[in-house]
């Protein structure tokens, strides 16, 4: 819960018209003490605006995650798997609107972020814009996809900035029960007939590389890291980050008698990791800059629900308008 | 003490890195005065190191009599955590 613009009882004169150094300096110290940048704080501008684009590109990648496990809904196997995909993906839904409110304490509103969204300014995970063809494909998602995320979020739990540390602690607490029952349909599809096995099989191909690279380019290559360690928005690099997730995901996929795909994958006992094949950064490249497999139809479907939704949005505001006495 | 002066609630953060959390309620003129009074009725012995006070009447609040119908509903929804499903020993780190 977070409150945007909060007033001050005397509006203080803007800080950043007078003893800039002084206030940078003081910032520098409350974040080598671990103290946490509240909205009211004074802040660098260049910590807002690199705060206002993860956080934001983070909820943009929640509402956009929706889609493609949405896509499974009608068809899923039994009730069970439909009633436990729908409280996945309406938590999905829940964690953008945690994070929006997050990225609004930043001062910048609701309405600004989505039009950022829909008309392409603004970036979300690459990793959703890749189809579910099968129904293996929401197991992969949840034991893959939700393991990075996972993965990523648990460090942002401790990140400088308050509002954003503490939505990730209520987002990863609710996340866990995601990546468990991803893992679930790959148990059952990789303990089934042949057919199963060969749809669990083929869903690891599909999403393991992509999934890697939701970490982001490597540590030679990003551009953001050196800066964001320094402010502790990050606290590990998308490399340290990326080799946790491969140790941790290896064994699982050897649990269900499944091989990803990489032939260069192998155990290293002199740096006890497991170490992978290069990756092919020109594919993220690519589906980051537009040209992934579903890029088009993820922003025509988010526009399509904000075009369709406006009647009702309207109907809200005609009827707040009429009735509703917010104030007394 | 007068009753014209407006009802304010109480929010406090406890120390850096939390939210605030309603702690009560107090009256005051306006404002700034609700921020001095929650000062000295709430954090006496440090209990805090940021105060949010709130006008009382711009609070809207759940009507108990609906807590049934709001809040029953998700108490079949186990599946909504994660011991809901059966994950076998062997595997680590899920």
């Not at chain 1, 929640?62 to 499974?72: C, D, K, R, S, T």
């Not at chain 1, 990225?103 to 910048?108: D, H, K, N």
């Not at chain 2, 009447?57 to 955590?81: G, M, T």
């Amino acid at each position: 819960m977070y409150t945007q613009a909060l007033d001050s009882p005397t509006p203080a004169v803007r800080p950043e018209s007078a003893g800039q150094p002084a206030l940078e300096r003081r910032f520098e110290e409350r974040i080598e003490r671990d103290e946490k940048i509240e909205p009211k704080d004074w802040m660098p501008e260049a910590y807002r605006q690199t705060l206002i684009r993860q956080i934001s590109q983070h909820a943009h990648s929640e509402i956009v995650g929706m889609l493609p496990e949405g896509n499974w809904i009608t068809r899923a196997p039994s009730l069970r798997r439909k009633a436990v995909l729908i409280a996945k993906v309406q938590d999905e839904g829940g964690h953008g609107m945690y994070l929006y409110s997050a990225a609004e304490t930043l001062g910048i509103a609701r309405a600004e972020l989505l039009e950022q969204l829909l008309d392409g300014r603004a970036k979300y995970s690459s990793i959703f814009n890749y189809p579910t063809l099968t129904w293996a494909d929401v197991g992969a998602i949840g034991w893959l996809v939700d393991g990075a995320a996972i993965m990523n979020q648990i460090p942002i739990c401790r990140c400088s900035y308050g509002p954003y540390a503490r939505a990730m602690v209520r987002i990863c607490k609710e996340e866990s029960f995601h990546q468990r029952q991803g893992f679930e349909i790959m148990l059952a599809l990789a303990r089934g007939t042949p057919q199963q096995r060969a749809m669990a099989q083929d869903a690891l191909e599909r999403w393991w590389w992509p999934s890697i690279m939701m970490f982001g380019p490597s540590d030679a290559s990003s551009k953001h890291t050196a800066q964001s360690m320094r402010w502790r928005i990050k606290r590990f690099t998308n490399d340290e980050l990326r080799q946790r997730f491969v140790d941790v995901t290896v064994p699982q996929a050897e649990f269900l008698g499944l091989t990803i795909p990489d032939p260069a994958l192998h155990w290293d006992e002199a740096a006890q990791h497991y170490l992978t094949g290069p990756i092919d950064w020109s594919e993220f490249k690519a589906v980051l800059q537009g040209n992934g497999p579903c890029n088009e139809e993820r922003i025509q479907a988010r526009r399509k629900a904000h075009e369709e939704g406006r009647w009702v949005r309207d109907a809200a505001a005609a009827h707040a308008a009429k009735h509703g006495r917010v104030r007394a | 003490m007068s009753d014209d002066w407006p009802l304010f609630e109480v929010f406090i953060r406890a120390r850096s890195g939390l939210e605030h959390k309603h702690v009560g309620s107090l009256h005051a003129a306006d404002a700034r005065m609700a921020i001095e009074h929650a000062r000295d009725v709430y954090t006496r012995r440090q209990e805090g190191v940021s105060i949010w006070v709130v006008r009382s009447s711009e609070i809207a609040a759940s009507d108990p009599e609906e807590a049934d119908a709001l809040f029953e509903p998700a108490r079949d929804k186990v599946y909504r955590h994660p011991t809901f499903y059966a994950i076998p020993d062997e595997v680590k780190n899920l």
